[in-house]
């Protein structure tokens, strides 16, 4: 079932325990569950702007925009598109 999908290759974790450094091998199959599915939720959700953000919001249980947006992963590229689509800057 992982080859159809593509995610059946191995990468390479690295953590800090303690200042010790450890690497470990896993298959990215491994790496994903239902928090992956529910963190994918909501910043697609809030890139494609499908949803309003309270009820994205409401869906992940977040109360605040802060804690919101720390928790969806968007980069600047992102933001600035996000940004630039909105009609205010439409001429």
């Not at 298959?27 to 890139?47: D, G």
Request: proline share 0%; hydrophobic share 35%; no cysteine.
């Amino acid at each position: 079932m992982y080859n159809k999908v593509g995610i059946n290759s191995e990468v390479f974790i690295t953590s800090n325990k303690g200042g010790k450094i450890s690497i470990e091998k896993k298959q990215k199959w491994e790496l994903i569950s239902s928090h992956t599915a529910r963190r994918s939720f909501a910043t697609n959700m809030y890139l494609t702007r499908r949803m309003t953000l309270a009820g994205i919001m409401a869906i992940t249980g977040h109360t605040t925009e802060k804690s919101f947006f720390r928790y969806i992963k968007i980069s600047d590229e992102d933001k600035v598109k996000q940004i630039a689509q909105d009609t205010f800057f439409k001429f």
